[in-house]
């Protein structure tokens, strides 16, 4: 456009994304797709942003749900470790910014969540490992139906 004002209507300034969110489980797809979204992060200096999605414990799952609570948080302190251990391994060589976080409820509404709190530009996810799913359909295909961002599926 030969328009100054029109042909900055949609830009921010920004080359490549400023952030990308990465669902992960403790699965061996999640850690791939995490390892995938890592390398993006790094090359394109974004902010890699790992979710962990705990389920929400209901009153009708009675005693359970304590322990549902509980062993969510416990799955997400031991997924925050390994991230920390993995990330010291590379040192400043393979600098990315990260942070972790969690959030409560199914993956795909917990995915969304925080990517539409951050205003993200990309989702990462790994491929289902569960059969189910190609039932009754894998996060990363409703993510691919929400349409909001650009979504990569890590086999």
Known sequence: MSDAQGSTGFEYGYDGPKSIVVGVDGSDS???????????????????????????????????????????????????????????????????????RTAQGDPYNGLIAVAEQLRTD??????????????AGSVAVRLVKAGRWPVTVVP
């Open 122 to 135: 990309a989702v990462v996810v790994g491929a289902s490992e569960n059969a189910g799913h190609r039932i």
């Open 30 to 100: 999640s850690w791939r797709a995490a390892a995938y979204a890592a390398g993006l992060a790094r090359r394109q200096r974004s902010l890699l942003v790992l979710v962990y999605v705990q389920p929400i414990a209901t009153a009708s799952w009675g005693q359970a749900g304590i322990s549902l609570v509980e062993t969510g948080q416990q799955i997400a302190d031991e997924l925050l470790d390994y991230v920390r251990t993995s990330a010291a391994r590379f040192g400043d060589r393979e600098h990315v910014r990260w942070e972790f």
